[in-house]
């Protein structure tokens, strides 16, 4: 090697030793600067990403309980406890539980649950023979059962020998639905009406 690339080489060594130190001071005076600022964002981030964990927890722990009442209450519609705890931890879980029992007694009950209080009008009103609120029910486009109602509606009117307010209903019926089969026995009973 010459003294000029053993020359060149220890300046290639000490301009990266001051880029590095170069570097650091940018750091450092980087620090000093927002060291406040770094320090808090970090703190507040550590603090809501535990504030998160917390509130995960909770809430499992609370729908645990509630899911734990909610058997009992199916097991024991008397239990006071369980009613408790779902009336506090999750109204709609029990009103669910409230509405399983009803069915399993054959009481009616007020359910303020979307789906499950329309089927129970349903209910109520197959069991009324009530056409207004079968046709009411039939006629909601989030109804569940709409083609299960309006065969319903449809095979009231037919005991109730309107037979062309029944044939009218049933057309209304499309192709596809899981009453077509039954429907279409339905209209061929009273093609002779």
Known sequence: MSLKENVDLIKDGISTEEKFFESF???EKFWKKYKIAIIGIGVIVIISLLGL?????????????????FNTLLENPND????????????KLLQLAQYINSAKTGKSVN???????????YSVALENNDIAKIEKLRLNQDFLLEDYATFELALIQALNKEYSKAKNTLKTIPANSPVAQSSAKLQHFLLSK
């Open 80 to 91: 006071a406890k369980a009613k408790a705890i779902l009336k506090d931890k999750n109204l």
């Open 25 to 27: 001071f940018k750091v």
């Open 111 to 121: 359910v303020n649950i979307k789906y499950i209080k329309e089927l129970a009008q």
């Open 53 to 69: 964990q917390i509130k995960n927890y909770i809430v499992t722990k609370n729908n645990m309980e509630a899911n734990n009442a």
